[in-house]
């Protein structure tokens, strides 16, 4: 038997495993003891991978006839490939790219996409869908469009607010960091619309209507305004304390009908804290105001100083969406933008918007979609819609991962 040290490919926690190889084929993985990430504690979902990549993998490409799914050689399949793209026009092709994906592939797909096609027509189905909202409400509050905390402030704090997010559940490493500190005496604050695994850990556990959301944390910032709390000043304090006098505990119980003395008992816990944490995920980014949400929870964690976490999923959401995986004309940061790239790569650029995934798929826009690593018959949005539309058109390469 050999062992060999290696990443996690399951999410973004980055955690190292041990895989124990027989034969060539990975017949058990066991963790690394001395592990910075999980240490030596990884989820059971990083110690059972190898079950998923060993069972019914595809391993060559599969073209449907009629209603059955046939092997043929990759060199058929990249003449197909090849004939489909030159039989329509660019405005009618669409990439999808991949959070389950390094940022080479990524950074390629986009690369053809724009170059080749000459077509803004490729969309991310983890990192726009996922967290877009968090890259446009962070880039507005802390100027760079990915989460300011690290994992491991999680364990030195005093108080802790999940929302959004069940790490119990989802981020099982993450969550050892959070009894630990709760060990250490650290409080936890759930705010959830139903009872989750993490809330049954929790200090507090606050449920909350959906859609509440924005009216719970002005409310909350009120109370930070006029009980001083704020250990800062930041630019425009003035301009936030009026927009938010009006969002009173009262005001909120009438709304939700849940009692005003669960806002003040959030405030007394964060009040009595010295460092203060805020984690979310995708409870938050996916209401259609999520940006706004953002926005006000952002508000929160400047005016305390507070440490802010941010849970993803797939393992390289923040990296496939730093790889310009969207649909709208280059543009990263004062280095990085459509002018600069254009002189780089030495090619005119598209500049007009290209289709996202609901424009592609959901209405059918796209003639062709070359799907990469992402499977919309299962994860889009009134699959109903997918299903038929997928029936009716003529070309879907699809090219997924297992």
Known sequence: MKEIDSVCIYCAMGCKLKYVLENNKIVRVLPVKNDAVSEGRPCIKGLTIHEVIDKGRILNPMLREG???????WERAFVILYRVLSKYDKDEIFFTTSGKIPN???????KFVRMVLKSNNVDNCCSRLCHM????????????????GYLNETKNLDCLIIIGSNPASNHPVLFNRIMEMKRKGGKVIVIAPILSET?????????IVPGSEILLFNTILNLIVEKRMYKRVPLGFEDLKAAVESYTPEVFECITGVKKERIYEIVKMMESSRKIGIIHGMGLTQHTNAVEILHSLA???????????TNRGEINVQGSGDMLTFPTPLQFSEDVNQENLRKIWKEELPIEKGMNLIEALGFGNAKVAVITHFNPAQSM????????KFEEDAHHPIRLLF
């Open 381 to 388: 949005p009134d699959l109903n819609r997918i299903h038929k």
């Open 104 to 110: 080479e592939d990524n950074y390629v797909i986009q």
């Open 67 to 73: 209603k059955t799914l046939r092997e043929i050689s």
């Open 299 to 309: 508000n929160i964690a400047i005016l305390l100083d507070a440490k802010f976490l």
């Open 199 to 207: 809330a049954e850990f929790a200090d507090l556990f606050v449920e």
């Open 133 to 148: 909202p968090t890259l446009i409400a962070f880039n507005d509050a802390f100027g760079i469009g990915a989460s300011p």
